[in-house]
């Protein structure tokens, strides 16, 4: 039984699975399986999987999901340790060797990802060490409070331990590009530790009309995730006010930010409604009645008066 399920989901992403089943096969570390979750793809996904024979598993599902892939992907695999890899994402060759031995040296870690690199859509390296060189803040350690202010932990550098997933539980499927964050979020407020290794793992790739470059639907996940974390799922009761009390000021930032992006791309009447339900939730913000005053404005007149600021008048 292989220690390591690599999990790799994919829709409509044969130009790229290829370079991604590569980069696992490369691995220094041999005691893994590989397991291709296909959602529904409508390009030549199966026909790149089946290429590779007995050295992947190949699973097929309709349409539902990332979440979903990956939740199909871990209910077939055999593993202790989760390894997550995209199918437009690579890996360097000695990314599991290296994890695999800080969780059996860190009983603690739940998790441990790490540092990494950026590329295009030409594999071309734009950023080698992303965090370091954009100054991140990484999680690490006993970090809930760290994680719920932000999430600089991307999949593709993430192994799990199978007992933390099992006990955690699924990516919820509601969510549309961050069900991970979730997903991290919980590990650390299971208790579980989360491990960090600052060297370049894996390679993320950039590339246009991905999802996780629609802002307003990472921010409409954000939404969610922090109102499942008050409501569904309080953790106030096990960590403290103060942990709810930064969920909340997050949750107003992100709907005032999403108020702001739909004034700013022309979907005035929603960005009303948003900041007319902040309102009521935050009536002495006097910041919200300015931005509900600048959604009664014609776009086209906001504009001619930022020109004229630009320019000093």
């Known amino acids: 039984m292989p220690r ?19 980069s696992a096969s490369a691995q220094t570390y041999k005691d893994y399986e590989i397991l291709i979750v296909d959602d529904g793809s409508t390009d030549d996904t199966k026909d790149v999987a089946m290429q590779y024979g007995r050295k992947v598993t190949y699973l097929y599902q309709r349409n539902l999901g990332l979440s979903a892939a990956r939740n199909h992907a871990v209910a077939n695999a055999s593993g202790e340790l989760l390894a997550y890899l995209d199918a437009d994402d690579m890996w360097y060759p000695e990314k599991l060797e290296r994890q695999v031995a800080f969780l059996d040296a860190h009983q603690e870690c739940g998790m441990v990802h790490s540092e990494m690199s950026i590329i295009n859509e030409q594999d071309e390296i734009l950023h080698v060490r992303f965090y370091e060189e954009t100054k991140r803040d990484v999680p690490q350690g006993y970090c809930l409070q760290q994680l719920l202010m932000r999430c600089h932990i991307q999949p593709l550098t993430v192994v799990e331990r199978r007992s933390t997933f099992d006990r ?46 629609n ?97 000093g008048l």
């Not at 208790?191 to 470059?213: D, H």
């Open 4 to 22: 390591v399920s690599i999990i790799i989901p994919t829709y409509n992403c044969a130009s790229y699975l290829g370079r991604a089943i590569d």
């Open 168 to 213: 955690v539980g699924v990516f919820d499927d509601r969510l549309l590009v961050a069900q991970d964050y979730l997903h991290w979020i919980m590990i650390a407020a299971e208790g579980q530790a989360v491990g960090y290794l600052a060297e370049p793992l894996g390679k993320y790739r950039w590339r246009t009309g991905s999802l996780i470059g």
């Open 215 to 311: 802002r307003s639907r990472l921010l409409e996940d954000y939404i969610q995730i922090f109102d499942i974390l008050l409501h569904e799922k309080p953790i106030a009761s096990r960590h403290g006010d103060k942990c709810a009390d930064v969920l909340r000021a997050r949750l107003y930032v992100v709907q005032r930010d999403l108020a702001y992006l739909d004034r700013t791309q022309g979907r005035s009447e929603s960005a009303k409604r948003r900041l007319a339900n902040l309102i009521k939730e935050w009536p002495r913000r006097f910041e919200l009645y300015v931005d509900l005053l600048k959604a009664y404005v014609p776009a086209s007149l906001l504009s001619k008066l930022r020109t004229l600021k630009s320019h």
